[in-house]
């Protein structure tokens, strides 16, 4: 399992293993552009304010080939960002399955379809389950069950 977001890689390696159960090595994202430098008689690899990769779009299929180096079997997304992750999924030969997450609960959740048009619209069209977090989550944060 592995996290494949548009956010900096760095950043979500820092929670990914206590908040997801995922290992840091197994976290995909944007990063920033690096370099080798030697000082004072020691090596580092430093971050520079430059964008190296933006992942999202059509950059995530590169990015996972390149960290994992084969197709996932399956993606969730939830946002037009996620369109080609879900499509290199799904068109790989043999079983996939590919899910697009609706933030539709205002109630519980923030509720935004905006930026997510494009890619409800391909899910209709290429069969990819749909799951709505209003009609298909019993709950959507662990304090709600807590609180009951």
């Known amino acids: 399992t592995y996290i494949c977001s548009g956010a900096g890689a760095d950043f979500i390696r820092l929670y990914s293993n206590a908040c997801y159960g995922i290992p840091p090595e197994q976290v995909i994202g944007s990063s920033l552009k690096r370099e080798y430098i030697e000082k004072d008689g020691r090596s580092f690899v430093v971050s520079r304010p430059v964008v190296q990769v933006y992942n ?29 992750m879900i499509k290199y999924c799904t068109d ?4 996939s399955l590919g899910i697009l997450l609706h933030h539709d609960d205002e109630a519980r959740e923030f509720k935004y379809d905006s930026g997510a048009e494009k890619a409800l619209k391909i899910a209709s069209e290429r069969a990819w389950s749909v ?8 709950k959507v944060f ?5 609180a009951k």
Do not use: C
Request: glycine share 10%; net charge negative.
């Open 92 to 95: 790989r030969k043999g079983p």
């Open 142 to 146: 662990a304090e709600q069950s807590a």
């Open 56 to 84: 999202v779009g059509p950059l995530k299929p590169v990015m996972i080939d390149a960290h994992i180096g084969k197709r996932p079997i399956i993606a969730v997304g939830n946002s037009d960002g996620d369109i080609e």
């Open 131 to 138: 799951v709505s977090m209003k009609e298909d989550f019993e």
